[in-house]
């Protein structure tokens, strides 16, 4: 499930409601939660743009893009399907990101 794009029910900040939504989870927090980045449609942004030729399986219904700073923590019941695959060279471009993002050593 590491380093994949799965669909989540993704509540609203007052819990009132959800949507399902694709994320992409990138580490394991715990026994019971997982971290992801959330993809948006709107490719406005200047963030990590996913399409067809990013992926090894399945298909996207639109390009995206993953939204990197927005971490955000999910309890594994709300992970409705794991779907998507991508490739090492945009796992790779993730994992710089983030990095750059939160000052990490190197």
């Given at each position: 499930m ?6 989540v029910k993704?509540?609203?900040?007052d ?8 994320v992409?989870i ?6 019971q939660?997982?971290m ?18 990013s ?21 594994k019941?709300?992970i ?9 060279e945009?796992i ?15």
């Open positions: 590491i380093w994949k794009i799965v669909l993704v509540y609203f900040t819990l009132s409601d959800y949507k399902i939504r694709p992409f990138f580490k394991k927090y715990d026994e939660d997982y992801f980045l959330p993809l948006s449609s709107n490719i406005n942004r200047n963030w990590i743009v996913i399409n067809n030729s992926l090894i399986s399945w298909k996207l219904d639109k390009e995206s893009i993953i939204v990197i700073p927005k971490i955000w923590i999910i309890h019941t709300l409705i399907q794991e779907f998507w695959e991508l490739k090492q945009i790779d471009k993730i994992s710089n990101k983030l990095c750059v993002e939160f000052w990490c050593l190197k």
